[in-house]
């Protein structure tokens, strides 16, 4: 079966002659890491959005374990999502940044306030949470939003590039602690690069997506140690 299992994906844009996405298929286990590789425009975002619900397909299924979530709204998703430029709310602190998604499920107050020092305390940030994220810098913010996205319990947690946007050690820095987060969290996720490296260090699977198709699946050896 497969946690997480794409069937013939396919998103055509309206006004354009090919489809961005076509007919991908693949299949990873829960608490996989997968990354979607490929070089800018290849379509990794458009399938990140499709899983997310943010886009709907053109033709084909997603399911995740077992439910056909293909028609299911975005908002009724179990999805934990991270954006290159992270999106947070500027004029909120860490604290009520990381508590949005609680709020909007009508979780208890003393539950949301217990979460969110928890989920902070996993990303470092603990001692943060009454600052406003314009004071904070690029790598701070990039973990009110991995916070944000996991506080939730989501079925998966989606990140596109999430990691283009810093410095090259602070990247090196993330890359492991994304990893160890994800590990102790056991959850699926799909994390969107342009860069080999990144997939190489980081996944358990990796999609290698070239102009819309899926050209290679596989393990990290599978793919970069072929005889
Ligand atoms: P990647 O994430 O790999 O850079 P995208 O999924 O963003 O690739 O884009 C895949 C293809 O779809 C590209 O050719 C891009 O120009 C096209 N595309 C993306 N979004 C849209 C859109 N909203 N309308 C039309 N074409 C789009
Ligand atoms: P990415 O960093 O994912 O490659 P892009 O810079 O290609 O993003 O795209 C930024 C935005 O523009 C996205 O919302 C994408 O859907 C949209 N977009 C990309 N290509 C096209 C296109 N050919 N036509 C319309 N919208 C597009």
Excluded: W
């Excluded at 077992?66 to 179990?78: E, F, L, M, Q, W």
């Excluded at 600052?131 to 989501?154: D, E, F, K, M």
């Amino acid at each position: 079966a497969g946690y997480l299992s794409i069937s013939a994906l396919t998103k055509k844009y309206k006004n354009t002659p090919v489809a961005a996405v076509d007919r991908v298929s693949l299949k990873v286990d829960e608490g996989d890491f997968l990354a979607l590789l490929g070089p800018s425009g290849c379509g990794k975002t458009t399938t990140l959005r499709m899983i997310a619900g943010l886009i709907e397909p053109t033709s084909g299924s997603i399911h995740v374990q077992g439910k056909d979530i293909t028609k299911t709204p975005v908002h009724k998703r179990s999805i934990g999502m991270v954006f290159q430029n992270y999106a947070l709310f500027p004029h909120l602190d860490v604290k009520s940044n990381v508590a949005y998604g609680l709020k909007m499920r009508h979780v208890p107050k003393t539950e949301i306030a217990l979460r969110v020092q928890n989920v902070l305390d996993l990303v470092r940030l603990g001692h943060l949470a009454d600052r406003r994220v314009t004071a904070l810098s690029g790598g701070q913010q990039q973990r009110v939003a991995l916070a944000r996205a996991i506080v939730v319990n989501p079925q998966l947690f989606l990140m596109d590039e999430p990691l283009s946007n810093l410095d090259a050690k602070l990247r090196d820095a993330m890359r492991t602690e994304i990893r160890s987060i994800q590990r102790k969290m056991g959850i699926t996720s799909v994390f969107v690069t342009h860069d080999q490296d990144e997939a190489l260090t980081m996944a358990d699977k990796i999609a290698v997506m070239s102009e819309g198709v899926l050209e290679q699946f596989g393990t990290p050896s599978d793919i970069f140690e072929r005889p």
